[in-house]
């Protein structure tokens, strides 16, 4: 597994993200989000990779609500790692969740070790998604299922000055890809039954509301927690989130698919 960030999830950056998608959370939607994703498939006493496990927020909820034998998340940022150990501590699922830090490159398991590969919006850091697909088909086991949620943009052809306005202002090292490519990376990878559905209209009035939180509502408090400079920068990275929105250029999506 690759990841090329620019700007880390540092103190700063998970302050804000958390007090706009809320505590142990650095993606959109929280819990509700997070069941969708899995919808229809069974957790329970199911062994679970997660790729890019940020602060642990989530494993947790998937630890409390569905009940897996256990979940290994995994991040290449060694200080959200930390995060997520303190929190999984804190709740007393240190028997169901692991975490471990890795570095860039290959997944460090054997072939089929998980019945479910579990992703919330990181394999966008990830530039080669051949690579990284045919990686999570490997280490789950035949019957296994990949469920996750990702940002996606709406095709492959050269950024609009829009897009890639907002890709130089996250500056969190994006390597985007259209539906169609993750598809045909799925598949050469020998994935089947595999479904993108795009979550475009759920999110983009949710960012609408978000950005209008940060200008407003939670703007005070933050600049007193993270400094003006920053928070300004990522009041400006909100709005051009809108605008990719607006025009379906950047579209949050499901993603489904099956080992035979």
Partial sequence: MTSEHEQEYDESLQAL???VWGEGYLSPGGPD?????????DLKAKTILDIGCGTGGIDIFLAEKFEPAKIVG???????VNRCKTAATGKSLNDVLEFRAIEPGSLPFDSESFDIVFSKDSIIHIEDKHAIFADIYRVLKPGGVFCASDWLRNNDEPMSDE?????EMED?????ASPQRYDEAMRAAGFVDVTITNRNEWYRALAKQEHKSLSGELYDGLCKRIGKDFLDHEVEVWRAMTVVLDSDELRPSHIRAFKV
């Fill in 17 to 19: 993200l958390e007090a």
């Fill in 74 to 80: 995994i991040d290449v940022d060694e200080g959200l």
């Fill in 163 to 167: 897009l890639s306005y907002y890709v």
């Fill in 33 to 41: 989000e997070v069941a969708k994703v899995v919808e229809g498939v």
């Fill in 172 to 176: 969190l090292g994006f390597g985007m």
